[in-house]
């Protein structure tokens, strides 16, 4: 009878932590994630922190540069993605596409081989997302993206 008694406790019990882990981890997760926050580079305002907002990427593959080197030449292969809000217009991704590429290759191509094989990817990419900025605003075109990430290098 007594065991009867325990195994009948220990079933009680056991229900009504899983029960109550379950009903916790329902309330957890029926929360908006709100642990990303960040807004692009080009805003005027700051959205409130734990807002998650959305972009799109548009990719640009395949820009080709070639660098002398000591003893022969040398091509470095970038693909490279623009991160633009999502309510952006492909249309317009599309048409700064060879401006983007003019710009990523006069910079790499005035950099010394040695300079740009050791220099590290978080490096290059905002070296490449300031000088393509800075073209932007020479030209005084209105930049529909907030960054420019390198999603791919290839050194031969």
């Known amino acids: 009878m007594l065991m009867q008694r325990i195994i009948l406790a220990v079933l009680v019990t056991n229900t009504l932590v899983a029960a109550g882990?379950?009903?916790i981890s329902f309330q957890v997760l029926s929360r908006p994630d709100a642990t990303v926050a960040s807004t692009?580079?080009?805003?005027?305002t700051a959205d409130a922190p734990g807002e998650a907002e959305e972009?799109?990427?548009f990719p640009i593959e395949k820009?080709?540069?070639s660098l002398q080197g000591e003893d022969r030449e040398h091509y470095f292969v970038l693909d490279?993605?623009?991160q633009a809000d999502v309510d952006t217009d492909n249309k317009k991704l599309q048409q700064i596409d060879p401006m983007v590429r003019n710009s990523v290759v006069a910079h790499l191509s005035s950099m010394a081989f040695n300079q740009l094989r050791a220099m590290p990817i978080a490096e290059l990419q905002t070296s490449?997302?300031?000088v393509v900025q800075a073209d932007f605003s020479t030209r005084q075109v209105i930049q529909p993206f907030a960054h420019v990430l390198v999603s791919k290098l290839v050194v031969q």
Do not use: D, G, T
Request: without cysteine; hydrophobic residues 55%.
């Open 21 to 23: 882990s379950a009903y």
């Open 40 to 44: 692009p580079a080009n805003s005027a």
């Open 55 to 57: 972009y799109k990427f």
């Open 63 to 65: 820009v080709i540069v």
């Open 80 to 82: 490279l993605v623009l």
């Open 128 to 130: 490449l997302e300031k």
